[in-house]
């Protein structure tokens, strides 16, 4: 049996969706996508320690979806793009089925609405 869509995707792309599948992780991205940051900063607003986001960051850099530096102390890291939109291009490839499913939603609707009985004035 062929299977469809196996080689049309980076090889790199489940850890990408496994990296995004955590929401501490999106908000680390979206934090870096103000700019870089040490572990500090990234750890400010989250209720967690440093070595449990150090450990997010790796997920992160191991998925390629950020760079760290090596700046004196401090480690930055700053945000790697690129990845994402290898996710967001296999993604479109589902495009047209979404789009079918909502016209044939859309459709469904109308006909409910069609087969509502009307309302009269003397009710």
Do not use: C
């Not at 969706?17 to 680390?28: E, G, H, K, S, W």
């Not at 401090?74 to 945000?79: G, I, K």
């Amino acid at each position: 049996m062929e299977q469809i869509g196996y080689g049309l995707a980076p090889q790199n792309l489940d850890a990408i969706f496994a990296a995004l599948a955590d929401p501490t992780r999106r908000a680390i991205l979206s934090r870096l996508a103000s700019g870089e940051a040490s572990v500090n900063e990234i750890a400010a607003p989250f209720e967690m320690s440093q070595p449990a986001v150090s450990k997010h960051l790796k997920v992160l850099e191991n998925a390629g979806l950020i760079e760290r530096d090596i700046d004196r102390q401090r480690r930055p890291a700053r945000l790697k793009a690129e990845p994402m939109a290898a996710a967001v291009d296999w993604l479109q490839t589902f495009e047209k089925f979404w789009l079918s499913s909502f016209d044939q939603l859309d459709g469904l609707l109308t006909e409910l609405k069609r087969a509502e009985p009307k309302e009269t004035d003397d009710e």
